[in-house]
Structure formats: structure tokens, C-alpha cells
């Protein structure tokens, strides 16, 4: 079936530099690619995401690349705060399928 | 606060106890949806209900039973667990069941369970 797998799975930065977490997918029907956030104690939010016919998605510090040759799609964090540190998951769907995939989740933590 | 509420919040008990877990979304959307988080592992989706009927069951354990009334309201009924079912249990909502853009699933906070 399809699988999502997602690297690194923690990840420390200092505050102002920038986070990268980058998945790689297996379906090559997969033609939606959101990411979440997952603070402590709260469930996954959508944060930003992308389809299959953008190559690259900004939306303030946060910005998605997506690679269809290379079936893989990063997250981009730029000027990291400390209110940036949680889980991050990529996922990804396809059109009419029922389902999303999930990575397995990154912890970022940004030190001040 | 998403517009989705999971109750209760934390729950204990016995491999030979009857719980139940409670999902309300007020959003408005027609899609509901049972999610299994363990550590260090990716959201397992258990399953998909649309307009009430459900529509996905990913070979979940009889011992998961769910239940939806209506649109707005989701159940996980518990029974003779293990252990290993020892996880946080997340409801979502969407507008529609496809997975797309302009269909963000909205998460609730979760049922944080633990099997004794």
C-alpha cells in the first residue's frame, strides 16, 4: 500500500535558523501533500499544503517544495521561533482516495 | 479550539472493562474520522464514517466498535482490550471524504488511553 516515510524524526535548531523535514512517497497517483503541527497535548493542525501541480508553496516563515520525479516534498521553516518546537507530520492523499497517509512525525525543537 | 471535542480527555482502564469515547464536531462537515496515534509510529486510520454511513473500517480489531448517529457526532465503543491498544485516539472532521485540497481535516485534541 502506500507509504510515507518522513526524516528526520527530531531535529534541533537554534532560534533564527531554519528547519528542513523532508518525506518521500511511494504512490505516484498521490496528488495532495499536507503538513500538520502537533503541539503538545492538542491534535494535528493543518499548517500548509501543496498539490501535485505546484512545485513550491509559501506562506509567511513556512514553505513546501514538492519533487513529483523524485516523489519527495519538504517543509521548510525559516526564522525558527521557540513557538515553532512540536511534531510535525507530512501526509499525502490521492484525489479520490478516502485516505491521507502519515509520516511518522518529526520533533522539532528550536533552543533559544 | 478547532470545533472539534474529544471526551473524556485521559482514560484508565481494565482489559475487562466498557468504555466509550465521544467525538463532536461543529463545523458543519459530513465526514467524520477515528485515528489511532501511538508514539514514534505514523496516525493510523481506523475509520471513515460520510453522511453517517461508514465508509472505511482498516481491518480494525470487533473490540474497536464505532458509532455514528449523526453528522455531528462520533463514538468509540471499548471492549476486552489489550494492553498494546494503550494509545491517543483522535477524532477529525472534513467537509467531504476525499482527500484534496480545500478539504482540511480538522483534528480534536484526543482521548489519551491507557489499558491496564
Known amino acids: 500500500g502506500e507509504n510515507v516515510e518522513q526524516h528526520p524524526s527530531t531535529l534541533s535548531v537554534q532560534e533564527g535558523d531554519s528547519a528542513v523535514i523532508k518525506c518521500t512517497y511511494s504512490?505516484?497517483?498521490?496528488?495532495?501533500f499536507p503538513w500538520y503541527k502537533q503541539e503538545l497535548g492538542k491534535g494535528p493542525q493543518l499548517i500548509i499544503d501543496i498539490r501535485s501541480n505546484v512545485g513550491e508553496k509559501k506562506d509567511q516563515r513556512i514553505a513546501v517544495t514538492l519533487n513529483k520525479t523524485a516523489k519527495h516534498f519538504s517543509l521548510h521553516i525559516t526564522e525558527t521561533q521557540p513557538e515553532d518546537s512540536a511534531v510535525y507530520f507530512c501526509a499525502q492523499g490521492a484525489g479520490s482516495a478516502r485516505q491521507l497517509t502519515f509520516g511518522s512525525g518529526t520533533q522539532l525543537t528550536v533552543l533559544p | 479550539e478547532t470545533g472539534v471535542t474529544q471526551t473524556p480527555r485521559h482514560l484508565v482502564m481494565g482489559m475487562t472493562n466498557k468504555k466509550s469515547l465521544k467525538c463532536e464536531q461543529h463545523?458543519?462537515?459530513?465526514?467524520m474520522y477515528w485515528y489511532k496515534q501511538s508514539a514514534k509510529k505514523p496516525l493510523e486510520l481506523m475509520f471513515v464514517?460520510?453522511?453517517?454511513?461508514?465508509?472505511e473500517n482498516n481491518s480494525v480489531p470487533s473490540r474497536f466498535s464505532p458509532e455514528c448517529p449523526n453528522s455531528s457526532h462520533l463514538f468509540l465503543h471499548l471492549h476486552t482490550l489489550q494492553p498494546e491498544d494503550s494509545a491517543l485516539y483522535l477524532c477529525?472532521?472534513?467537509?467531504?471524504?476525499?482527500?484534496?485540497?480545500?478539504?482540511?481535516?480538522?483534528f480534536g485534541p484526543g482521548t489519551r488511553l491507557t489499558v491496564l
Open positions: 464514517y460520510n453522511f453517517k454511513e461508514q465508509t
Open positions: 463545523l458543519g462537515h459530513n465526514a
Open positions: 504512490d505516484s497517483a498521490s496528488n495532495y
Open positions: 477529525a472532521s472534513s467537509l467531504w471524504v476525499v482527500t484534496s485540497g480545500n478539504n482540511e481535516q480538522f
